[in-house]
C-alpha cells in the first residue's frame, strides 16, 4: 500500500509529499481528527521591498543556521507567521526557510491571513498509529511487516508516530518488535531526528544506524473506536550500528518501482561494487618526506564501537600532522580529526561516529596544512554494535503498579508498588554482575526529583517511597535506561 501525504510540505512546493509504503502485514491508523485536520493559506507573495542580502534561517529566530540569502527582486511566497509575529515562513529554492519581517515589507491585511506555526498543526494522517505483524513475516521477500517514510529529497518532513515527533529528511523503516512493546526505527539514508516524549530532548539517528523506543499498552486513541494503539512510554535508545546482513535484507526495497518514490533507495547489496570515496590529490614534498611506509594497520576488518577505541598506523617520515577522515557506506566524508603531531595513532569515542552499520576509514599525512602521503581508504567495514551500551530488548508493563526494563540479555530492573497505602515501591535488578553499579532517578507527585543509588551486585532489592504517578530512570554504569511509569497509592 502506498500513500502520498503532505504532513508539513507548504503549499508552496507543488509536487513535494512524503512517500509511505507499508509492506506485509502493517497497518495505519489517523490519529489526526477531522474536524482539527490543519488547512494551510493561500500564500502571500514577497518580492521588491526586499533588503538586500537579507538572510533565510533554518527556523524562526537569530540562533538557527543561515541556509540562504535574498536578493532585492527575489520573489518568494510566505505561507505562516511564527508566534512571536517576527518570523515569515517561505520556500526559497525548493527549502523551507524563515525571514525576519525587520528586513521586507508586506501588505499588513495579507499577513493578517496567514497561520500562525507553532509546530502542533498536523495535516491529515500526519499523526497517526502504526501496527506490524509481530513475527514471521507475511511476505516472503521482504525481512519483516514495515513502514517505509521517504521525504521530499532535500527537505525535511515531520510527523508523529504513536505518540512521537519525528523529522526526517531521508528513507527511514519503522516497526514493531516482539511481544509488541517496542517500536524500531532503522535510517536508510540521511538522517532522523527524534524527540524524547518526556523531555523534549532530541537524538539523531544517522543511515544505517538505529533506535527503539517503549510503547504502552494498548488503548483506544485513534479514530477506528478500537482499543488498539499503543503511545511511547519512554525515551528513544541510544542510536547504535545496525549489522550489515541486517541493512542487506531490506536491498529488496531497490526494486520498488520509482514512480513510487521521492528518489532511488540505494543500498549497499550483495554484489554491488565496493564504493570508494574520490581520493584527494596527493602532494609529494621533495624536502625530506617519505611515504614508503605509510599505511593503515588497525583497523581493517571492523571499526569497534566504543568511549575510546585507538586507530594505528605506520609513520610517514617528515610530517607534522596526521588528518583521520571517516566515510560512510555510500563514500561521503563524515566525519574528520587531526592527530595535531606526529603520534601515527588516534584515540575516538566512536560511539557517536555518525557512519552508520557501515563506513570506511583513511589517513592523510600532513606538511604544514598540506597533503603530503595518503593511506587511500579501506573497504567497508561493519561499524560494529556497542556491546557495553545495549538496546534493552524488551520493556514490559504488566500493569499501571509494575513495570519492567531490560538493560542487556538477561539483565532487568523492576519496580512495584507493594503498599499503596505506604506509597512504598520495591525496586529489584537481576543478572549483573559484582562490579555493575546501579541507581535510580525518579519523580512523583510532590515529591520532585530524586536520585538514588541502588548499589551492585548480581541482584538485589530496596524500597522507595513515590508519591501517585511516578516516572524513573535507571542508570547502569552510568547508561540511562527509562522505566515505564507506574502509580503507587495517592501523594503524600
Not at 14 to 33: C, H, K, R, S, Y
Not at 363 to 379: I, S
Not at 454 to 462: A, M, Q
Amino acid at each position: 500500500a502506498v500513500m502520498s501525504l503532505q504532513a508539513n510540505v507548504p503549499n508552496t512546493l507543488p509536487g513535494q509529499a512524503v512517500t509511505f509504503i507499508l509492506l506485509g502485514d502493517a497497518e495505519l491508523e489517523n490519529a489526526v481528527e477531522p474536524e482539527e485536520a490543519f488547512t494551510p493559506a493561500n500564500p502571500v507573495p514577497i518580492f521588491g521591498n526586499v533588503r538586500e542580502g537579507a538572510n533565510i534561517r533554518s527556523g524562526p529566530g537569530l540562533n538557527f543556521n543561515v541556509i540562504g540569502a535574498l536578493a532585492k527582486d527575489d520573489r518568494v511566497e510566505a505561507d505562516g507567521i511564527d508566534p512571536t509575529g517576527e518570523w515569515l515562513r517561505i520556500v526559497y529554492n525548493n527549502r523551507i526557510g524563515w525571514v525576519n519581517l525587520s528586513v521586507i515589507a508586506v501588505d499588513t491585511e495579507a499577513l493578517a491571513t496567514l497561520p500562525v506555526l507553532d509546530g502542533t498543526q498536523r495535516m491529515p494522517m500526519q499523526a497517526f498509529y502504526l501496527r506490524t505483524g509481530i513475527g514471521q513475516p507475511t511476505c516472503n521477500e521482504i525481512s519483516d511487516d514495515v513502514l517505509v517514510v521517504q521525504g521530499p529529497q532535500n527537505l525535511e518532513v515531520e510527523f508523529t508516530i504513536n505518540g512521537a515527533d519525528v523529522r526526517i529528511g531521508s528513507t527511514v523503516l519503522f516497526r514493531i518488535l516482539p511481544p509488541g512493546d517496542l517500536m524500531e526505527i532503522i535510517v536508510l539514508d540521511g538522517k532522523a531526528i527524534v524527540t524524547d516524549p518526556d523531555t523534549g530532548a532530541t537524538k539523531t539517528v544517522f543511515g544505517g544506524q538505529r533506535s527503539v523506543v517503549c510503547l504502552s499498552e494498548p488503548d483506544n486513541l485513534g479514530i477506528d473506536g478500537q482499543p488498539n494503539d499503543r503511545i511511547v512510554s519512554c525515551g528513544w535508545s541510544k542510536p547504535e550500528p545496525v549489522q550489515l546482513d541486517t541493512l542487506q535484507g531490506w536491498c529488496v526495497l531497490e526494486g520498488v518501482p520509482a514512480d513510487l518514490l521521492n528518489y532511488p533507495i540505494d543500498l549497499l547489496c550483495p554484489g554491488d561494487p565496493t564504493p570508494t570515496p574520490v581520493p584527494q590529490p596527493v602532494t609529494q614534498n621533495t624536502s625530506g618526506v617519505d611515504c614508503s611506509n605509510f599505511r593503515l594497520t588497525y583497523p581493517l576488518f571492523s571499526i569497534p564501537t566504543g568511549p575510546a577505541e585507538t586507530f594505528y598506523w605506520d609513520e610517514a617520515q617528515g610530517v607534522d600532522d596526521y588528518r583521520v577522515i571517516f566515510y560512510n557506506s555510500t563514500g561521503a566524508e563524515v566525519a574528520s580529526y587531526n592527530v595535531g603531531g606526529t603520534t601515527p595513532n588516534i584515540t575516538l569515542n566512536t560511539r557517536d561516529l555518525p557512519i552508520g552499520g557501515v563506513g570506511s576509514w583513511r589517513v592523510q599525512a600532513l606538511l604544514n596544512g598540506q597533503v603530503v602521503c595518503d593511506t587511500g581508504p579501506t573497504a567497508p567495514l561493519v561499524h560494529e554494535p556497542d556491546t557495553n551500551n545495549p538496546v534493552p530488548s524488551a520493556t514490559l508493563v504488566s500493569d499501571s503498579t509494575i513495570g519492567e526494563v531490560y538493560t542487556g540479555p538477561g539483565q532487568k530492573v523492576v519496580w512495584e508498588c507493594v503498599d499503596p497505602e505506604g506509597n512504598v515501591t520495591d525496586v529489584s535488578w537481576f543478572g549483573y554482575s559484582g562490579v555493575d553499579f546501579l541507581s535510580l532517578d525518579y519523580s512523583s507527585f510532590g515529591t520532585g526529583a530524586t536520585g538514588y543509588a541502588l548499589g551492585s551486585g548480581p541482584s538485589g532489592t530496596t524500597s522507595i517511597n513515590v508519591c501517585g504517578n511516578a516516572t524513573g530512570t535507571v542508570y547502569v554504569n552510568s547508561n540511562p535506561y527509562s522505566l515505564p511509569p507506574i502509580v503507587c497509592g495517592g501523594g503524600c
